[in-house]
């Protein structure tokens, strides 16, 4: 590990050749010119192939070398490859970057001519998303499809690829079909003192500074949403006559957002100032700035309002949240103009109230975007990139990682099922992989190979330095590169056992559910913020697991990683024939504990009974507080209605067979069984706690505040009634492109690969 890094530290400046479609303003451009302004180690030039070169005299401050092809012809790719021939052999470049489209087939094209050539393409934005293909004709969609299938058969020449946000990189990875062990994620930055609300001064000549400010700062094109803006505002101009709606950008939009303005009686509210220099002064005027995008890459418009601390409002898709959340914005339903107009009047009503998210979203967008740490994560991957690696080969040779897992002991829970299917992945990707297990357990795990046990006493927690002992044996014979302990006891013994024997294998933990719920004393607090202090990293299966985490354990921040359960891939699912037939039948999957709340379940089946009385719920799991919840069921008369099944290896066949799946928990981290039953196209209804609002909301399933027995079961009697199959198509594609473990288990070794360069 050492000469690992003493090899990164070593290497001398190198030359990097970005190839780019123009130097006009947009934001993929911009942030890059800004990015490559700042480098110390690597040397950038630049070879823009389309007219437009604003951008130009700013490269050129820096000192940059800039070509401009100047091309007309949209589409000469031939002609450009012939002139970047030339422009490589002068300038001969360790690395060639391209980024957007027909910069990329270009040099894919190059690449082909000169096969030396270390290439990087870039990930902007969500190009082939099905809300793209959505939104345009059937003569656009063919176009578009045949773009894709261009970009997917040339993509396998390109070496590694730059994604600016882990969207992104999920989706475009799976639409040309690329390893996500070949992306690296790294946003874009900012500098914040360039939106620092305290020092950005002066009044705006085209704006009538006494009004109230609503502002979008994007191009005016249909899937940045301005329509539903518009049409929000009339609700808005009843209430706040003296509003004013200002665009800052230009695209072909603007007419038809225009003519809209006017059919609704609202241009003179509205103002389109097109494509202006002075966005700091702009945003520091705004009251509220609106981000209503259906589609982003990460968007930087949205970074720069958070940095200028502005109270916003944004649509939900994955790409905003990715920057934002509840705690820095308001959050909408993407295309919900009635919630969008809600949420403007609401902070108009009572600005005061909301000033806490601007500042949150500033603080947030300084520790996550701030241009200098973007930067250097730009220079460490030049600098670790394959050339300099493997003079010889010219090709990278992904190194292969010795993982010991360390689960509980075998036994039918999530945590260990899904560390034996990661294990399974990791192995079957040329990775030496070993599980051992703190207790004994007799079940039987995914994982084919022997699981060794340390054969822990359950009574000698603190003081069992025999598993201690063999941990240390274990981890002398298998050498491992990292270790992963996957929740529960597995951490305190990995740390004991590190600590008294002194090897120095890195730790991380598996986070699996909210650390917070289970610290009853500061006895506990303080244990476990020794243990957290001695891993370097924690993989947290959710944003909610992961924040609280931070909130208990803040010295984790710069630690962490929010890495989801995932499922596997299934040919087909044959469901059970569940009984009666003529039933409706309502699934519940998860161990008898006080987490899963099986008493509420059995409440709230009470409450259903009167509205649908052919009705009967079925209950998967074993547990210690099995026999409890069967003598309730018993003493409440409804055993005929209540059917216990124990473990069972098929869950998901009673999962395809129900109407709906319920989870009514009080604790969870990321429930595997929800993406379970997402992937069987069964209806959800399930509390709002933990993880489980990141995956289950308005368009995937029911999502229904903690301790609302009635509204649960309203929800229920609507999904038995009247089902929406819209959501559960959509429930669908969330799991099968963003949580199967083939995807998954290529974000935790991109994790150890991290950890281990930074350790």
Known sequence: METLKANFNSVNKIKVLYIIDTLEGYGAEKSLVEITRSFTRIIPVFVHIYQGDMLKPRLEE??????????RKKYAFNIAVKKLKTIYLQEQPDIVHATLFRSEIIARKLKKVLPQIYLVGSFVSNAYSPERFRKKNTLDKLKLSYFQNLDKRSAPLVDQFISNSDTIKE??????????????????????????????????????????????????????????LLKAMPQVIKVYPQIQLVFAGHGSFR??????????????????????????????????FLYPSYSEGLPGALIEAMMAERIIIASNIPENLECVDENCALIYQKGNVEELASKILNVLKNPENYQILAQNARKKAIEKFELEKVVDEYENFYLKAAPKQNLESGNVQEKKLRILHIIQKPQNRGAEIFASQLAIHQKNNGNSVKMISVFSGNANLPWEEEIESLKASPKLRFLDYKAWKKLNEIIKEFEPDIIQANAGDTLKYAIFSKKIFGWKTPIIFRNASEVGRYLKSGLQKRLNSFLYRNVVGVASVSKASEKDLLVHFPFLLGKTQVIPVGLENKNSIEPIQLEPKKSKHLIHVGGFSFEKNHRGLISIFKKLIPKENDIVLHLIGDGPLLEEIEALVENEGLSSKVKFYG????????IKAGDALVLPSIIEGLPGVILEAMYCKTPVVAYNVGGIPEILYDNTGDLIKKGHEEDFAEAVVNILENPDWNKTKDAYELVTGNFMNEKISGKFLDFYNRIICDT
Do not use: C, M, W
């Open 62 to 71: 820096a000192g940059v070398r800039v070509y401009s092809l100047d091309l």
């Open 171 to 228: 989706n475009t990875s799976r639409a040309l079909g690329i390893g996500i062990n070949k992306v690296k994620v790294i946003y874009r930055g900012r500098k914040s003192a360039n939106f620092d609300p305290l020092k950005v001064h002066g009044d705006l000549p085209y704006l009538n500074n006494q009004n109230q400010i609503l502002l979008n700062v994007s191009r005016l094109i249909p899937l940045k949403g301005q329509l539903d």
């Open 255 to 288: 007419e038809n957002l225009e003519r809209h303005a006017r059919k609704l009686g609202i241009q003179d509210y509205i103002r389109f100032l097109g494509r202006i220099d002075n966005i700091q002064k702009l945003l520091v005027k705004a009251d509220i």
């Open 647 to 654: 473990f069972r290896d098929n869950p998901l066949s009673f």
